[in-house]
């Protein structure tokens, strides 16, 4: 029998040449972000940190209750200028040697690492992320500095682990022409995006890894059977994603779709085997939510925490309204429909503009004309993706509830993002329109557009078509790049 280390290499050997070096990109790709992107500049970064240290320190999760950061935190925060250029792209980082001297010894300076127990807009949080971040927090010694920069390369795993994952979906959903798997996979190892948020500190870079864990599970019960052990392995995943971060709602729900027709399926064979498999995931996956419910309970607590006012913002009162908000967010507005957005195209302005680049403070961005070129590009990819599926329309049929699940995690997302905003924008009177990262849990679904982009574009050119879009999105990633270190060193 082999020691355990032999095992792990073994496993390892399994994997292909091309999965390992689609990981190894996004964990590089990651880790320059990482370090291009000054200190707490990452978006809410310094709300994720300090519930890293409620954790560490206290052993406690963080308070709703708003009260300062720890002493140390806060005067590293004053060493950084952090508040002179958040949301101020005139604002650079600091450069001089008398500014890096007096950070130095503020990193240094020993004051206590406990604060008020407030962790900002990631209080409200589960706490799984955050729990993990807890090995680099205290690896870092007493330089809050050197925490933070550990933290951010556990962020960068994710990312590599979300490559890994998008490939072997793609070679799972898409096998035909497996190098074109390959090479969409490295297409999302290098989405800027992607690299942005895994190189801070940010519990989306989770989210983004169990999503495509999630995605290849489902790809695997469609082919291969909705197996007792691969109801545990969804199952365990689900519970992972209401773990990590509340977002995993808008998930959840087509994958809930997604075990109803799997079990549906299923039952044909063995009506049995298919109920067992699917009360396994469901259980396993709802455990966390229940939990939760009952240690609230017992706290005297609203029930489902900030979610419990979920059934009233849904009430037919409002429900027409969300509705109506939420289309108009991806969609032309309709007649009859309140106008919510004057002036402005969100499907275009926020969705799209935004996805072609918006970093830090969401204060980051490329000229319009950028825009525009990246406009013409994703059209051309939707037509050649168009392309195949007209080509394959015969074969769709017989693949209609596996696609049907993928839209229902679609809808499920955007319907979350829509009526959360509606809740922020229109009842709180905070601006909230929706961040393109939100959309990064839907990854692998961006990847099987690229493979069928590239096998429409036919045997002969879909060479060429691929290595075009490996040459756009490493420019897409280096430019990005060079747009922060301008937006702070600049």
């Given at each position: 029998m082999g020691t355990p280390s032999h095992g792990t290499l073994a496993v390892l050997r399994r994997v292909p040449t091309a999965a390992r070096v689609?990981?190894?990109?996004?964990?590089?790709?990651?880790?320059?972000w990482s370090l291009l992107t000054p200190p707490f500049q990452g978006k809410d970064e310094v709300d994720h940190f300090a519930y890293v240290a409620q954790l560490a320190e206290t052993g406690t999760l963080p308070s709703t209750k708003p009260g300062p950061y720890?002493?140390?935190?806060?005067?590293?925060?004053?060493?950084?200028?952090?508040?002179?250029?958040?949301?101020?792209?005139?604002?650079?980082?600091?450069?001089?040697?008398?500014?890096?001297?007096?950070?130095t010894a503020d990193a240094n300076a020993g004051r206590s690492t406990r604060g008020s127990g407030y962790a900002g807009v990631a209080s409200p949080?589960?706490?799984?992320y955050y729990a993990l971040q807890v090995v680099p927090y205290f690896l870092g010694g007493g330089n809050m500095l050197a925490k933070l920069q550990l933290m951010r390369l556990l962020s960068a795993l994710f990312a590599a682990?979300?490559?890994l994952l998008v490939f072997f979906f793609l070679r799972e959903l898409l096998p035909g022409v497996p190098w074109a798997a390959s090479v969409s996979a490295l297409c999302i190892a290098l989405q800027p995006l992607l690299g942005s948020i895994s190189g801070s500190v940010n519990p989306e870079a989770m989210l983004y890894a169990v999503s495509a864990a999630v995605f290849l599970c489902l790809a695997r019960a469609f082919r291969r059977g909705f197996t007792r052990r691969?109801?545990?392995?969804?199952?365990?995943?689900?519970?992972a994603g209401f773990l990590t971060k509340l977002n995993f709602v808008g998930v959840a729900l087509g994958v809930y779709v997604g075990l109803v027709v799997l079990t549906v399926r299923e039952a044909r064979v063995n009506r049995r085997k298919a109920l067992?498999?699917?009360a396994t995931a469901g259980g396993i996956g709802a455990a966390p939510v229940l939990l939760?419910?009952?240690?609230?309970?017992?706290?005297?607590h609203s029930t489902f925490g900030i979610a419990s006012g979920i059934p009233g913002a849904l009430s037919p009162r409002l429900l027409f309204k969300e509705i109506s908000y939420t289309w108009q967010m991806y969609l032309p507005r309709l007649p009859g429909m309140p106008r919510y957005f004057l002036g402005i195209a969100p499907y275009r302005e926020v969705w799209f503009d935004r996805s072609v680049g918006l970093y830090g403070w969401m204060e980051t961005t490329f000229p319009g004309w950028v825009d525009n070129?990246?406009?013409?590009?994703?059209?051309?990819?939707?037509?050649?993706?168009?392309?195949?599926?007209?080509?394959?329309?015969?074969?769709?049929?017989?693949?209609?509830?596996?696609?049907?699940?993928?839209?229902?995690?679609?809808?499920?997302?955007?319907?979350?993002?829509?009526?959360?905003?509606?809740?922020?924008?229109?009842?709180?009177?905070?601006?909230?329109?929706?961040?393109?990262?939100?959309?990064?849990?839907?990854?692998?679904?961006?990847?099987?557009?690229?493979?069928?982009a590239m096998r429409g574009a036919g045997r002969r050119w879909a060479p060429v078509v691929g290595a075009a879009m490996v040459i756009l999105f490493i420019g897409h990633d280096i430019f990005s790049q060079l747009q922060v270190i301008a937006r702070y060193y600049g």
């Open positions: 689609c990981a190894v990109i996004a964990l590089l790709n990651a880790c320059v720890s002493p140390q935190e806060t005067l590293l925060l004053r060493g950084l200028h952090y508040y002179e250029m958040r949301f101020s792209p005139a604002a650079s980082a600091i450069g001089s040697d008398a500014e890096q001297r007096i950070l949080e589960p706490p799984l682990l979300t490559a691969l109801s545990v392995v969804l199952g365990i995943l689900i519970a067992g498999s699917l939760y419910a009952l240690v609230n309970m017992l706290s005297h070129v990246a406009l013409a590009i994703a059209v051309a990819v939707a037509v050649l993706c168009g392309r195949e599926l007209v080509a394959r329309r015969g074969s769709l049929g017989a693949r209609l509830p596996e696609l049907g699940v993928y839209a229902a995690i679609v809808f499920g997302v955007l319907a979350l993002i829509g009526f959360s905003s509606y809740h922020t924008d229109v009842v709180v009177h905070e601006l909230a329109l929706g961040e393109s990262r939100y959309l990064l849990p839907m990854l692998p679904l961006l990847g099987a557009v690229l493979v069928l």
